[in-house]
């Protein structure tokens, strides 16, 4: 546990020192090296699971008045995932100045950094609505770095973060008042399938679909993703809408009944296709290509939200894997995605997906991260976005009366092939090429590559860590 807590306190004194001291010199290394240490603490503590759930009563009181921290599977493999793509991201942002907006950016990421170290660790629902609260006021604080034509959509982002928090912390009231208690493991224990429990588990289930721009709550992410700094835009996309996702895996999975999962299982499922469909109609109709990227996000955390809902109603202990899977896979591509978008539009000089015309001849490392990173958020083999799909596929092939389900995910992967093909299309467009305004940084675009043959190299440790995900359920 010594191990998750440096994870932890790492950054957050990395990004308080940072705010305080207020150095001349921008703290993008104090920031790679607050990175690099979460992913040694995270490294260790893969060895540390070996032993089992570890947990901690912060002040040493009893269970039911400490605050407890819990280090499971899947926490310590989230804490190694954000570490990771804080790091890339922090390479990335010191490349290319304008990538990070301003100074400012380093101390809030440290800040982003550990409040998502504080959210995988918590098991106590208030201490999540803390680790939320932090985790939202610094995706908004980073959105508006942009500048001015971001402080609209920093505004909507941060008052409908606060809608969802409201929401969320009236279900958490609720359960306060029906059981006493908010600890996760005593909430598990002791949770009833009444109807006060099925409108606590309601309301905080809105409040973090609202937070995590879930379908049909999803209005406020695609411009705030699309207006922020490029470095900003990948955390936000890749890490940030994950925590509420986290939390409500949380709700579901642990504290609620079996039979209120499972009735709330099918209208999971059939937001999650309709996210599919929606988002990925607006992202093939987006005339924007941080935009198209955006909608995507939307997109693709439709196959979570399936996931889930088929995870509740299924009972297929499975599908926390896939679930999981998706998130990894997910990530992973659109950092990969964001940062070649990042490149393709300031070397081009143009935001508009007709704009990067000539890519292939001037950007191509660029376009090839975006076109790889693509390919996993199609499906094809044998990325991590393959072996997530094949996982949610087995039980729906397994019972003909699921086609349904498994039509929607089709859909799902072939309005994604046709968003992915639009952008090569057009950087393979020969055409008067678009010539480059500024010189491109080679290192900066193999860097933006890097995560996407990362959610490709998923397939080569596809079996530890179907092996580590798969005792999720159990």
């Known amino acids: 546990m010594n191990a998750a807590l440096a994870g932890l306190l790492l950054p957050l004194a990395a990004g308080l020192g940072l705010l305080l001291l207020r150095p001349r010199r921008p703290g993008r290394w104090v920031v790679a090296v607050a990175a690099l240490g979460v992913l040694a603490a995270a490294l260790a503590l893969q060895q540390a699971m070996a032993q089992g759930d570890q947990q901690l009563l912060v002040g040493g009181w009893a269970e039911g008045l400490a605050i407890r921290l819990r280090l499971t599977p899947l926490a310590a493999l989230l804490l190694l995932f954000s570490a990771t793509l804080q790091l890339l991201v922090a390479l990335y942002a010191s490349r290319i100045a304008h990538a990070a907006g301003n100074p400012d950016y380093w101390p809030l990421s440290c800040l982003l950094q550990a409040a998502l170290a504080a959210l995988w660790l918590s098991a106590d629902l208030f201490n999540l609505y803390v680790t939320l609260e932090l985790l939202a006021l610094c995706a908004v604080a980073l959105v508006a770095l942009a500048g001015r034509r971001a402080w609209r959509p920093a505004l909507n982002y941060l008052l409908l973060s606060l809608a969802g928090s409201l929401a969320y912390l009236l279900g958490v009231a609720l359960l306060y008042g029906r059981y006493g208690t908010l600890d996760i493991p005593l909430l598990a224990a002791a949770a009833e399938p009444d109807r006060a429990t099925a409108m606590a588990l309601l309301l905080a289930s809105l409040g973090l679909m609202l937070k995590a721009a879930l379908w049909p709550l999803h209005l406020w992410l695609p411009p705030a993703h699309a207006a922020a700094p490029t470095a900003v835009s990948a955390l936000l996309s890749a890490l940030v809408v994950k925590g509420p996702l986290y939390i409500l895996w949380l709700l579901w999975s642990e504290i609620a009944p079996p039979a209120l999962g499972q009735a709330a299982g099918p209208p999971f499922a059939l937001a999650g296709v309709l996210a599919l469909a929606a988002g990925g ?35 297929e202990p499975r599908l926390h894997a896939a679930l999981w899977l998706f998130v990894l896979a997910h990530g992973l591509a659109k950092v990969s995605m964001f940062l070649a978008a990042g490149e393709l539009k300031s070397i081009l000089g143009s935001r508009r997906v007709k704009g990067i015309k000539g890519a292939s001849q001037n950007l191509p490392v660029a376009l090839t991260a975006f076109a790889v990173a693509g390919g996993s958020l199609i499906g094809l083999p044998p990325s991590g976005g393959f072996l997530a799909k094949w996982l949610l596929l087995q039980p729906l092939l397994a019972e003909p009366r699921h086609w349904p389900w498994a039509l929607g995910i089709l859909l799902g992967t072939l309005l994604s092939a046709a968003y992915v093909f639009r952008v090569v299309a057009h950087g393979f467009d020969r055409a008067r090429p678009n010539p480059p305004s500024i010189r491109p940084d080679r290192l900066a675009q193999w860097l933006a590559l890097l995560p996407a043959l990362l959610v490709w190299g998923l397939a080569l440790i596809s079996e530890p860590l179907l092996l580590w995900l798969g005792g999720l359920g159990r």
Do not use: E, I, M, N
């Not at 924007?288 to 196959?303: E, W």
């Open 281 to 315: 109609w607006s992202a093939l109709r987006a005339p924007l290509l941080k935009s198209l990227v955006a909608f995507s996000t939307v997109a693709q955390l439709g196959y979570a939200l399936l996931a889930l809902g088929l995870l509740l109603h299924l009972q």
